[in-house]
């Protein structure tokens, strides 16, 4: 018998909603900054489609620099500002959204004192520490155990996290509660996804960072590559479109390598194959 293919169908929450879903973006760094005008681009896509779009959230408390200049995409005009209030200030000014900047890191601390305002329909996560993503997930976790939040319009649905290093990076997307699927005989559906934390914990863990600030553009470019942060963004862009347009996903993200040009899709699949992702570390690796 042939073996069938996994899939996750997307919830009605996020095809037909009644008002804008929530989206909490964090980090304004390379890939945040790249990944605000995916989103805009998206939401403005979705307007088109009579759909109500996205209400964004931009978290960040970092400052311009003339590091940042070039490889993330500020201007000089712009050194000084948070960096999360100098892009959504000009992302409104373009698209006519009203977005709102939040300059305070997405923590415990922030979380416990800003409720509403840490809470949203999907989180989009472009940190660039570790411990950063952990600290989501304990958050996001909190908040899926908060029985008030699952029968409001402020349910969390979906984790977006993206990650790299100079060449390479990863994009995983997770659901954040059970994702009531429809029946089908030519597929097998799938309700949950796993948090980038919990199926590649050991991966995560055994990364070496070097996190000390850059002192110029060219330090800056000698630890990443000038594109990795704008590939990543316009591939998981491409992957939230698959989610709203296509209503279904096969695959959830993906492993892509600059170096040689290569991008390994994740497919979606079912829970006893996931554990063995999860006990084997880099059957997944790109």
């Known amino acids: 018998m042939k073996k069938k293919t996994c899939i996750h169908f997307t919830p009605t929450e996020l095809i037909t909603p009644t008002n804008p879903l929530t989206v909490n973006l964090i980090g304004a760094g390379g890939t945040g900054s790249a990944m605000l005008t995916v989103l805009a681009r998206l939401n403005q896509t979705l307007h088109f489609l ?5 209400h964004l959230r931009l978290w960040d408390d970092d400052v311009v620099q003339k590091p940042n200049l070039g490889r993330q995409l500020f201007a000089e005009s712009e050194l000084g500002l948070h960096k999360s209030v100098a892009l959504i200030n000009r992302v409104n000014r373009f698209f006519g959204t009203d977005w709102k900047a939040i300059t305070q890191p997405y923590n415990l601390h922030t979380a416990v004192n800003m409720p509403r305002q840490s ?9 660039d520490t570790v411990p950063a993503r ?7 976790k909190q908040q899926v155990a908060n029985k008030h939040l699952r029968t ?3 349910r969390p649905l979906y984790w977006l996290d993206c990650g790299n290093d100079r060449y390479s990076g990863q994009v995983v997307l997770a659901t954040l509660n059970h994702i009531k699927q429809p029946p089908s005989r030519k597929y097998k559906t ?8 919990d199926e590649f914990k050991t991966l995560l863990l055994a990364q070496k960072e070097n996190n000390t600030p850059s002192c110029s553009m060219a330090e800056a470019l000698h630890r990443q590559s000038l594109f990795i942060n704008s590939s990543l963004a316009q591939l998981a862009g491409s992957l939230l479109e698959q989610l709203f347009r296509d209503k279904y996903l096969i695959y959830r993200g993906f492993f892509t390598n600059l170096k040689n040009f290569r991008t390994m899709p994740l497919k ?3 829970p006893d194959t996931i554990r063995e992702i999860i006990t084997t570390p880099g059957k997944n690796a790109a």
């Open 119 to 127: 809470i949203a329909n999907m989180t989009v996560s472009c940190v």
């Open 50 to 54: 009579n759909h109500p779009g996205l």
């Open 268 to 270: 979606v699949q079912a």
């Open 190 to 197: 799938v309700a949950s996804l796993p948090m980038v934390t």
């Open 134 to 140: 952990f600290e989501i997930a304990d958050i996001l």
């Open 152 to 154: 409001t319009r402020l």
